[in-house]
Structure formats: C-alpha cells, structure tokens
C-alpha cells in the first residue's frame, strides 16, 4: 500500500469519526421522537435503541392530536413565503439601483448597506418593539416582514451578480427605446433568475427558523410561528417533551428536504459574501 | 411631466434604491438615534418619558450584573473564535485535498445542523447536556468512569454546553466559507511551490494562509457579530433569561432583561449603546488591522 492509499483512509476515517459527531444530535431527537416524553424526563436525551420503549404514538399525536401545531406550521409556511417574495424583490430592485447607475450618493448610501450587516440588530430591539407598539402593528406579521424587506445581505449578493452582467445590455435596451424599469423588468429580471433561487433558498431558511423578533412581537397563539409554538411548549411549570421533541423532529424535515433538493443554491447563498468576485 | 420625470436616466436610480433609503431610515436610523434619546431618559412603555442625563450610563459602570454578561458575551465570543476560525480552515484544506472520498457527502453533513432553528438546537442541547445519569453526554462520560455532571448548573461546564451548540451549528458553515475561498486559489501556485520543495505545512502557511485572509477576515467580522449579539442559545439552554447566578446571562439578555422584562426601556437602550459601541470598536480595528480599508480604495 502507497502512501497515497493511507493518507485517503486516514482522512476519510477522521472526517467519519467527525460527521458521526455532527449527526448525533439528530439521531438522538430522532429515536426519542418514537419514545414516551415520561422517558426523556426520567433519562435525558440519549442513544438507547430500544425497539420495544419505541411507538408511533407522538406521531399519531402530531397529526391527530389537539394542539395548534400545525396552525403554527401553516403559519411559519405562509410568512416565510410572503418575506421571501417580497424581499427578493424589493432587494432585487435596489441592487439593480446600485449596479446599473451613476449617482449623487450612491457611495453613501451603499456604505449604509455595509454598515447594516455589521450592527447587531439586537439593539435596535427595543426601539423597534416601541415603534411597532405605536404604529399599532403589535401582533400583526407586517411588523415582522418590514424591517427586513431590504435585506442588506440580500442586496449586496444581488450586486455582486449584476456586476456580471454587461452594460450594453442595458444600452441596447436604450436604444430600442425602453424605458427604465421596462429595461429592469424585461431584460435584467429574467437574467436574475439562478441568483433568485438561492437568494430565496437562504433567506426562506432564516425566515423558517427565525425567532426572536416575532417571539417579541406576536402574542396570539393563533399567529404563533413553529419556533415560537415550540419555544411555548417549554414552560416553567412543566414541558410537554411529548409534542415538543416529535415537533423538532418533523420542523427539521421540511427545510432538510429542500436543502437536499438544492444543495447547491444553499450553498452559494451562504457563501456569496465570503468572497469577492 | 410627471412620468418624464420620473423615467429619466437622472431620476430612476433613486426610485429603484427608495426602498432601501425607506427601509434604512424607518427601521434603522430612526431606531438607532431613538434609542440613543433612550438611553438618556427614564422611559416605561406607555408613561411619559423623563430626561435624567447620564444618570443610564453612570448607573451601567457601576452594575455588576451588567458586567457579568459583558464578560460572559465577551468569552463566548472569544472561544467560538478560537474554535470556529482555525479548525474549520483546517477542515476545508483537508478536505479540499485530491485524494479524498465522499466530499460532497462530507460537505452536506457538516451542513445539516445549520439548517436546525435555535429553538429545536437549544431544545436537543439541553437535553443533551442534562444532569440525568443517562442524558447523552453524561451517560458517555460514564463509560470512562466519570459521575454525572450537572453542565447547566455551573459556569464552565454551561458554557462547554453553549460552546458545544455554537461549534455543532456553525462548523460545516464557515468550513464551506473557506472552501469556496479555496477555489480561488490557483492550483498553479501549489505545483510550484512543490516543485521548490516547499512541504505541506510550508505550502499551507506561505500560500493558504494569506490567500484565504478576505475569508478569513468575512468570518471573523460575522463570527464576532454573533458572539457579541448571542441571547437565544442561552435562552433556550437554560430553558429562559435567567440562569444559576447569571451564569449563561449575555449582552442582549440583560438588554432583554432590563426592557422587555422589567419594563426598564430607557436604561436597556444604554445597555444596547454600549453594545454598538464594543461590537463597532471591535469589528472596525479588526478591519483596519487586516488591512481591509486600503484595499477598497485601490
């Protein structure tokens, strides 16, 4: 054997080892989802295969049960769509701003884009949980889908895609004698088209799992998103690890499923800022 | 005249960036500057607001609670720099090499728990780390002898815990940041080297190294956003904002805290001052440092 041979097993033994580690966790959620919630409160979360403690039951509960799971569920699908939408086309139309022209304070304006990704929007908490409540959008999920709608990491992947886009296609569109946002609309939004896919791919991830924001502004049971549903399921006063680990469980799968249908799109979308092209 | 105006070449671009100037004065400058006023005023969510001065501030240097968390932000931080910084590099260079099986299932697995929200990671940590004897990472220590440990209830073995959750969530993530980083390094540069006798460790300092440094410095800029602005993997660990002695209590939950909790709006918005403050120091060294500044001029 080669020392080329020794070097590919080492290597595929060590990231083995390491991707076992990694999938633990998801296993563990898995079997305790098939076990009674009594079982996770008296031994913890653990890796105990043991067919005979194992039942469909939390399962049956999930679909069958009275809880407003899949209230929240619907609910997190359908703000998730709405947030997606709009911000990739409000983000998609600033960028092209930002890509296609010349203008007085255009330099300004995309430092503040920059500057966004690097305040933490915690602070602004509590200023905007005070707007919110006087703008009477307490409870409402316009006050979660606004503040994000020009999303800055959004815009800034955006242009980075438009720089590769030649300026004479937007000139010939000039010539023929279309008009600005016909030339937008028409030429540059079609060719836009792989950069969507995995804009709406990351930002539809975070807003799947996003929490904090909409944990401060909604309070109806009913308008709850899954996070939040779940996140209410752990009380002070007792869990319901029943619904609350099947719950994970299946939260997971959705969002798992579009990612193995298009890794490549989640990929490219984490990684746009990474690099400079 | 008023659809010339507006479809001129001169008029256009403002109509097409109008949303984000919205969007960035209602949802940003607004807040931000409200939130400066904030700080300097007593304010309780539906009375009228009253003008103290510095009295937030003064009040804030003296808070020993509010100095816990800064230090708690503070090592998070630290640690999933040291963490999620050199190992995922390392993990990208190998498995970046030639020789290598499975990449792309490698690729996709790291992957998976970022696809987790923090509520449902939160929830498989906690149960994870639990005091039972059988909980998961007890019940693996058991085998090598050790008594069961109660991770949650002390400070270092909560934040083995919390480190733990942002280290399995946030590996396969920045291990792709680097990779997509190594694609733009030319092969040539690597044959060359070899052909010097440069070995492997050489090649990785002289070569990879400062190539992968605009990578590099996006992760770190992210990383110390996150660690700095870190409240939720402690909320959901501790199962709510309050944790033994404060001991998982971060920047943003003693914000938190102080505004949502107690009602205590004006000195919390200090609080996030203070946080602007440290995170804008922090992340404009470092930049300035690696030399980022210079090269956007050129």
Known sequence: MNTGTLRKILLFAFFSVLCLLILVPFYAVTIASFKPGEDLIRYGLNLRFDLSAMSLDNFVFLFTGEHAYFTWFFNSLLLTVVQVVLTLLVSATVAYGFSAYEFRGKNLLFVCVLLIMMVPFEILLLPLYTLTFNMGLMNSYSAIIL????????????????????????????????????????????VMKPSFAAMAILNGMNSWNNFLWPFMVLSDENKYTLPIGLKTLLTPYGNNYDLLIVGSFFSILPILALFLGFQKYFIDGMTAGAVKG | MIKNFLYSQKVAPYVFVLPFVLVFIIFWVYPLLSSFGMSFQKVTLGQEASFIGADNYTKLMGDTIFFKAVRNSAVYMILTLLILIPFPMLFAVLINSKAMWGREFFKSSFFFPALTSVVVAGTIFRLMFGEMEGSLINSILGVFGV???????????????????????????????????????????????????????????????????????????????????MFIESMMLWNGNNSPKNIGLTIVGYLYRQGIEKNNLGYAAAVGIVLLIITMVINLTQLAFSGMFKKEED
Do not use: H
């Open chain 1, 147 to 190: 503040p994000g709608v020009a999303s800055a990491a959004t815009i800034f992947f955006f242009r980075q895609y438009l720089r590769g886009i030649p300026k004479e296609m937007i000139a010939a569109g000039r010539v023929d004698g279309a008009n600005e946002y016909a030339i937008y609309v028409r030429l540059i939004l079609p």
């Open chain 2, 147 to 229: 008594e069961p440990i109660k991770f949650l209830k002390g400070q270092t073995t909560g934040f083995i815990a919390l480190v733990a959750l942002a280290s399995w969530r946030w590996m396969g993530v920045n291990m792709l940041y680097f990779l997509s980083g190594l694609k733009n390094i030319p092969d040539d540069y690597y044959e060359a080297a070899s052909i010097d006798g440069a070995s492997a460790f050489q090649r990785f300092t002289r070569i990879t190294i400062p190539l992968l440094k605009p990578t590099t410095i996006y992760v770190l800029t992210i990383s110390i956003y996150a660690g700095l602005a």
